[in-house]
């Protein structure tokens, strides 16, 4: 399967970077679109053909119950956000659902303080979990395949997570919910929003923070990227806003770019089954790592993710990174 992966990184044409105080967007465009269409978990829920429910009446913290009465499959993505029911949830993997399926996914709790009912089914909370907090979680999943062939995320690291995003925004939720951090700071979310439009054809970003790498996102389709765009924004804007703004040199960010992207053909691959279509394929370094889902020859979602922004503290644990930029790393090893 590595050929498919290292197929879709050749083909994919990056745009002109875009930067807005210590963020800098470099937009994916090109590379092979499905030969299968499918729907966004946004679509697919505004069109009525989906539906998200406890696994019962009593409900199961890591899972939640999927029912896809469509004609088409539906793309579920890694730290994709839904509320409602008993408590609010993130997604803790890619899952292509099939058409007229009924699936039990897994999922981390990201409201620590409730647990009953404020309506019978999930809708889209308009969030991912944070990019740095997204990108641990993964690491923490793909270890836990790899010794049980477990989809867990390990919640109370998860519960960790969205309380330092509390503190660190300085924002505030009596029932811990990570969605009301982004609506407190709605506003300073907006002016990233702006900054960073869909541009057309765009299938996905390379996201720079202070010129370093801080993750990457494609889709083989630009009508579902167009779905997540925002969200995705968002996801990486908070991380940029509880850091110090550096100058960044706009001439290096499509380099930096490329050279994040192709690191990921040097990891360690490893595949597994799915929750639903397709296979899952995950990629280790000791520098980057990264998932991808592939169906029918075609790579569905590719994420990729830096090590260093994993292992970096939080402005409120000191702001240090106890391991050596990965601009420097990628310099020398390319």
Not at 318 to 327: F, K, M, R, Y
Request: charged share 25%; net charge negative; proline share 6%.
């Amino acid at each position: 399967m590595r050929s498919v992966v290292e197929s879709t990184l050749q083909s994919i044409r990056l745009g002109e970077p875009v930067v807005f105080k210590n963020m800098a967007m470099v937009p994916l465009l090109d590379g092979p679109d499905t030969p299968f269409s499918y729907l966004t978990m946004k679509s697919a829920l505004a069109k009525g053909f989906v539906e998200i429910t406890e696994v019962s009446e009593g409900g199961s913290v890591p899972n939640l119950k999927v029912i896809n009465r469509g004609d088409q499959p539906v793309l579920l993505l890694d730290g994709e956000e839904v509320k409602g029911a008993k408590q609010n949830r993130i997604i803790n993997t890619s899952i292509l659902l099939a058409a007229k399926s009924e699936t039990v996914i897994p999922v981390s709790c990201t409201e620590q303080g409730r647990w009953n009912y404020n309506s019978r089914s999930f809708s889209e909370s308009g969030h991912f979990m944070p990019a740095r907090s997204r990108s641990s979680k993964s690491e923490r999943v793909y270890a836990n395949l790899l010794s049980r062939k477990s989809y867990d995320a390990e919640q109370g690291a998860v519960w960790n997570e969205v309380a330092s995003y509390h503190r660190s925004l300085n924002t505030f939720s009596r029932s811990g919910a990570m969605s009301d951090a982004y609506e407190q700071r709605e506003t300073d979310l907006s002016g990233y929003l702006n900054a960073f439009p869909l541009q057309p054809g765009q299938k996905g970003m390379v996201i720079l923070i202070n010129g370093q790498p801080a993750g990457a996102d494609f889709l083989s389709r630009p009508d579902a990227y167009s779905d997540v765009h925002e969200k995705l924004i968002k996801s990486f804007a908070v991380e940029a806003m509880i850091r110090p703004v550096q100058e960044v040199a706009a001439d290096n960010l499509p380099i930096e770019a490329y050279t994040f992207l192709r690191s990921l053909t040097e990891a360690t691959e490893s595949g597994f089954e799915p929750v639903g279509l397709g296979e899952d394929l995950r990629y280790d370094s000791p520098r980057s790592g990264g998932a991808a889902l592939v169906y029918e020859h075609t790579v569905v979602h590719l994420n990729v993710y830096p090590k260093a922004w994993i292992l970096e503290r939080t402005p409120e644990q000191g702001q240090e990174t106890v391991s050596a930029p990965l601009s420097d790393w990628i310099r020398r090893r390319f």
